[in-house]
């Protein structure tokens, strides 16, 4: 069983178009991260959700919507998507905020054309 | 803001030799948690060791070790008797930053590269 899942792995779609990533944690843990991997592998992070409620938001653009329905899922609802939106998004999960170790999704590669 | 450096951009090593990747750190915070994962080609984000702050021996998992220095705020792996499938880009993070509700801040990454 794998642990944090994301779907898709790949998505290609065009320039205005709205799509969504989801992700799963099969782990119990109370919190779940977003992060964006740019073109020169650099991470950051968007979002971090604990139970449900958002508790970060680093500054990204509000086209991006996360959501929770419950603690073992965060999907990224993202509209109106710009070339350089283009990068890897990767999901994780952590116990709890304190800061115990995350475990990451394999990633979903969105290219915006 | 914390900060997370990773000086090498790539190092080479050969098989069954041990290579040390570097990180340091900036953070004024007491309490503090040091990460690495390992992100092969294929592109998942794989875990590798922790280190806490207030750890006063180094942490080790299999052939990784982390030389946690806090004086010197760095904390570079090492990984002893390289394998081929240790190819692959290392990521240094930190989870400092007070109310950092556990976010991870991390490093620019090294490339590895392990020769036969």
């Known amino acids: 069983d794998t642990a944090v899942s994301q779907t898709p792995k790949y998505l290609v779609t065009q320039m205005g178009n709205d799509k969504s990533i989801k992700c799963e944690q099969n782990?119990?843990?109370?919190?779940m991260y977003w992060y964006k991997q740019d073109s020169k592998k650099f991470l950051k992070i968007m979002f971090s959700y604990n139970n449900k409620e958002l508790i970060i938001n680093e500054t990204v653009p509000n086209r991006f919507s996360p959501k929770s329905p419950d603690k073992a899922h965060l999907n990224l609802h993202i509209n109106s998507l710009e070339l350089g939106d283009s990068a890897v998004y990767f999901c994780?999960?952590?116990?709890?905020?304190?800061?115990?170790?995350?475990?990451f999704g394999q990633g979903t590669r969105l290219t915006v054309v | 803001a914390q900060k997370i450096t990773q000086t090498q951009p790539g190092m080479f090593v050969q098989e069954k030799e041990a290579v040390t990747l570097d990180c340091t750190y900036d953070?004024?915070?007491?309490?503090?948690?040091l990460f690495w994962y390992k992100q092969p080609s294929s592109g998942e984000m794989i875990f590798l060791i922790y280190?806490?702050?207030?750890?006063?021996q180094n942490a080790t998992e299999g052939r990784y070790s982390l030389n946690f220095q806090k004086a010197r705020k760095s904390a570079n792996l090492v990984i002893s008797a390289s394998q081929l499938g240790d190819s692959a880009m290392y990521f240094c993070?930190?989870?400092?930053?007070?109310?950092?509700?556990?976010?991870?801040?991390f490093g620019q990454g090294t490339i590895l590269t392990v020769h036969p």
């Open positions: 993070a930190t989870n400092a930053g007070g109310t950092s509700y556990g976010k991870l801040t």
């Open positions: 994780a999960s952590s116990q709890d905020w304190t800061g115990t170790e995350a475990f």
């Open positions: 953070t004024s915070d007491q309490s503090y948690g």
């Open positions: 782990l119990g843990h109370d919190t």
């Open positions: 280190q806490g702050s207030y750890d006063e």
